[in-house]
């Protein structure tokens, strides 16, 4: 297993920057004062395809040799790194083909078109998803670009914690949501090496907690169909995420399906911030737990704005 490096980091910054956004740090008043600590949200869903995952794909997609590219890449992903990918292929002008659930934003779905990318669906189950995605691999050979478990991705997702960094001044932690790991995953990898002193929090819905269990073991727990809004951490950590989880994260926090909703819209009305079920957990766990945030200056990473506007949770 390939352990990403701070280099591959910096290759990668190097390597995707005609291709994404350096993303704004926006901050609210009222915010701080319900949490009574200086929030800082890195807003990722005003990334290039809506996502952070748009980093760790291009940089993957551009770091294919001219052989590999020309057989495509392929991947499974809930949604946001289908599109990202779907976006960095396009750009290369390279085939994508990506396995989703059935159940995945329509949204997502959309864009994954939109972008040119070829979308064959899938059961919502971890087992559907890798069992249909072995047959679509099979059928294409196209490079097979992991949604979190790639030391490419990783590398490239680190880089939204590097901008972080040089956007602000003096961080005490930084959180980030948690289904397969590839965001702290990358936030661990740049922190770690950048700026040791500052904690990693990730934070995850009560009813997908495999990540948070998964810690506190001191193994992987995996569930194979977790029902949350969060549609986007619904999946399991991998062995490389969780060598970066288990040797620098801090802590898992988690939070209820009505505290992620009350979360989301929170943002949406104060800072007018389009932004995912996904995103909202961080701030939700920051509400949750006020006196470990007290006082605190905290990076928080808004991972994605591609929303359903007709399938908004506060509407069901």
Same mark, same amino acid.
């Given at each position: 297993m390939y352990i990403p490096t701070f280099d591959d980091m910096l290759a990668a910054q190097a390597r995707i920057q005609p291709h994404i956004h350096c993303t704004p740090i926006l901050t609210s008043s009222y915010l701080n004062d319900l949490t009574g600590a200086k929030l800082f949200f890195k807003c990722e869903n005003f990334q290039k395809a809506g996502a952070f995952k748009v980093r760790g794909a291009s940089n993957a997609v551009f770091g294919l040799s001219q052989e590999d590219a020309a057989k495509g890449v392929c991947t499974h992903s809930s949604g946001n790194h289908a599109l990202?990918?779907?976006?960095? !292929?396009?750009?290369?002008? #390279? @085939?994508?083909?990506?396995?989703?659930?059935? /159940?995945?934003? $329509?949204?997502?779905?959309?864009?994954?078109?939109?972008?040119?990318?070829?979308?064959?669906?899938?059961?919502?189950? /971890?087992?559907?998803?890798?069992?249909? %995605?072995?047959?679509? =691999?099979?059928? /294409? &050979?196209?490079? %097979? +670009?992991? @949604?979190?478990?790639?030391?490419? +991705? #990783? !590398?490239? $997702?680190?880089?939204?914690?590097?901008?972080?960094?040089? =956007?602000?001044?003096?961080?005490?932690?930084?959180? !980030?949501? #948690? &289904?397969? &790991? &590839?965001? #702290?995953?990358?936030?661990?990898?740049?922190?770690?090496?950048? !700026? @040791?002193?500052? $904690? +990693?929090?990730?934070?995850?819905?009560? =009813?997908?907690?495999d990540a948070y269990r998964s810690f506190r073991a001191g193994q992987i727990i995996a569930d194979d169909a977790p029902d949350t809004i969060a549609d986007g951490l619904r999946v399991p950590l991998k062995d490389l995420t969780w060598h970066f989880v288990s040797n620098h994260v801090t802590d898992i926090l988690t939070a209820s399906e009505d505290e992620i909703i009350d979360a989301m819209k929170l943002t949406w009305k104060l800072m007018k911030l389009v932004m995912e079920a996904s995103s909202a957990v961080p701030l939700a766990t920051i509400i949750k737990n006020k006196d470990r945030f007290a006082g605190k200056r905290v990076g928080v990473i808004i991972t994605g704005g591609n929303v359903d506007l007709d399938l908004l949770p506060w509407l069901n």
């Open positions: 990202s990918l779907s976006y960095a !292929a396009g750009r290369r002008g #390279i @085939p994508c083909n990506v396995v989703m659930p059935r /159940t995945a934003p $329509q949204a997502k779905k959309d864009a994954v078109r939109g972008y040119g990318g070829i979308i064959t669906e899938c059961e919502p189950s /971890t087992t559907s998803r890798e069992g249909v %995605f072995a047959e679509v =691999q099979a059928a /294409t &050979g196209g490079n %097979f +670009v992991h @949604p979190y478990n790639d030391p490419r +991705v #990783i !590398a490239g $997702q680190a880089t939204c914690s590097r901008e972080l960094l040089e =956007q602000t001044d003096g961080l005490d932690m930084v959180l !980030a949501p #948690i &289904g397969g &790991g &590839g965001m #702290i995953s990358g936030t661990c990898l740049t922190l770690s090496n950048h !700026a @040791p002193e500052v $904690q +990693v929090i990730a934070a995850e819905p009560e =009813q997908a907690d």
